[in-house]
Structure formats: C-alpha cells, structure tokens
C-alpha cells in the first residue's frame, strides 16, 4: 500500500469517526438498552442527563487504532485485487471484473476484524456507561476510561474477552465491505462519461454515499447481534450462552423487526460520513501526491 494512500486513508477515517461518532452512540444504545425506545428519545435523554461529552464516550479509541485497521483494510483489498488479476491473466488482463471487487472487499472486512474487534468492544462499552458527570461521581461508572476498560476486561473475562462478538463482527464487516466496494465501484462506472478517466466530485460524493447505505443495509443485523454479544454480562447477569443462541432470543423476545432497529439512523449517518471521508481522502491524496486522485474509494468506517 502506497504511503500516500495510507496517511489520506487514516486522516479521512478519524474525520469521519468525529463526524458520525455522535449517531453511533445513539445507535448502540438503542441497540442494547431497552430504556431507549427511540432516536430521539435516546437523543434528548442523553443530552439533558450526559451533556454533549454523553455522545462521544470511547470516541478516542477508534482514533487511536485507525491507521491500524486502515492498514489492514488498504492492504487487503488491494493484494486481493492484484492476486485475482494474476488469477485470471496477469496485470494486462484489463480492469478487475465486479466479482473480484465483491471477493476482494470480503475479504478487507474479514481480515480486519482482527485487529478491530478489541477496540470495538471498548468503545462500544463505554458509549453504554450513561452515568453523567454534572449530576453522579465518575467513580458510579464501571469504566473510568479506554485504557482502564481494555484492563478490566482483560482481567475478569481473559484475553478472549476482547474479541467477545468478533462472529457477528466478521459476518457484518465481510459482507458488507464487499456490498460497499461493490456499488461504489459500480455507481462509478455508470455515471461516468467514457472520455473521462476519473468521475466527477458528485459522482464520488454520490456513490460514496449510495454504498454506505448499502453496506449498512446488509451489515446492520450483524450489527444488532454483535453489540448485545459484547454488552452480555456487562451490566446485568449474562443473558446469552452464545452467537445463535443470541440470534434465537433476540428475534423470539422482540420480533424479527429488531434486526432492523437501526437500519435508518446507520443509512442517516451514511452520508455525511462518507462525504467528510471521501471530501478529506480526495483533497489529501491530490495534495500529497501532487498530481491526479484515484479512482480507488478510501477507507469505510463501519464504526
């Protein structure tokens, strides 16, 4: 992976973690929270009891690891594209073909969550913690921070316990890398007049979007089931004895609806993301390159 690429992917993720960290609280409380029956409600409950700091609890660790999983997503999908070229007929062989971007893309969200799955699990526990810091002691809260968290699950659950929901996290990311890599490089081409070799801003911002709505879609299930596997026995005596055995209770107790909860407030935050993500990976890329961008889409942050 080209160091350009690198620092542009990392800098434009971290922008797009600030810009939708807010909604991905909002989301992972309702989520796993049944006090919260609602966007809104979950908004103002939040705000009047935490203040705006109450949004953006555990934001630091994503921007801690996101050069990481950056690193790890570029590499993949990259590697994984040029591996199925030589596969099909070498490096003349023309453009990849829509089925070794989908692979290729599965295979970024797969390999990713290797290294994702400890923080992701951090973060999401902290952004549960709905003490408030006008009206409790910080010392009410289970977890005093990013680092005591990581410790602390270390300590009571092992090692393992970090990479606690790491099926559901693998079986949201794959699919849905591959579903975003997949439209955005497919938007690309349709809207793209033939005599240009790179698509216009709107093109990049539109398909940008479009393909974050889609990867949602198809990750937001995973999602759902996920974030209860890693909050289960966190806060109240453990529920669930494993990953199907979540999936079963959740869709018996609340419907199949449930798995779709979130689905709107993660297509809401779709766009704005994805266009601070791709406006800061397209502006750096040209600057440190010093000549034209890539037609590649940079990095999506899933969370």
């Not at 005093?144 to 699950?153: A, K």
């Not at 940008?208 to 198809?218: F, L, Q």
């Amino acid at each position: 992976m080209h160091i350009v690429d690198f620092v542009s992917g990392s800098i434009a993720g971290a922008c797009g973690v600030a810009v939708g960290y807010p909604l991905d609280t909002v989301k992972v409380r309702i989520q796993t929270q049944k006090q919260f029956t609602g966007v809104w409600q979950c908004t103002v409950a939040t705000f009047s009891k935490e203040g705006v700091q109450g949004f953006f609890k555990g934001m630091s660790f994503p921007l801690t690891t996101i050069a990481m999983t950056s690193s790890v997503i570029f590499g993949t999908y990259r590697n994984c594209l040029q591996c199925l070229s030589h596969v099909r007929g070498g490096v003349d062989c023309g453009p990849n073909t829509k089925l070794e971007v989908f692979l290729a893309g599965l295979a970024s969200g797969v390999t990713q969550v290797s290294v994702m799955s400890p923080g992701d699990i951090v973060k999401t526990r902290l952004q549960c913690q709905t003490h408030s810091k006008r009206g409790e002691t910080i010392s009410k809260a289970k977890y005093h921070g990013p680092v005591h968290c990581l410790m602390s699950i270390i300590k009571l659950e092992g090692f393992m316990g970090l990479y606690r929901g790491a099926l559901p996290l693998m079986l949201r990311d794959g699919p849905s890398y591959a579903m975003y890599f997949l439209v955005y490089t497919t938007i690309c081409e349709w809207l793209t007049d033939k005599s240009k070799k790179q698509p216009d801003w709107g093109v990049v911002m539109l398909a940008g979007g479009v393909a974050g709505m889609a990867g949602w879609t198809v990750g937001t299930p995973m999602d759902v089931i996920k974030a209860r596997l890693q909050m289960d026995g966190a806060r109240e005596a453990k529920r669930y004895k494993g990953f199907f055995h979540c999936v079963t209770e959740t869709a018996r107790a609340e419907g199949a609806g449930v798995f779709f909860r979130s689905l709107g407030i993660n297509c809401v935050r779709a766009f704005p993301v994805n266009m601070v993500v791709f406006v800061t990976y397209e502006v750096l890329n040209s600057f440190l390159r010093g000549g034209p961008r890539r037609t590649d889409p940079p990095l999506l942050r899933l969370e």
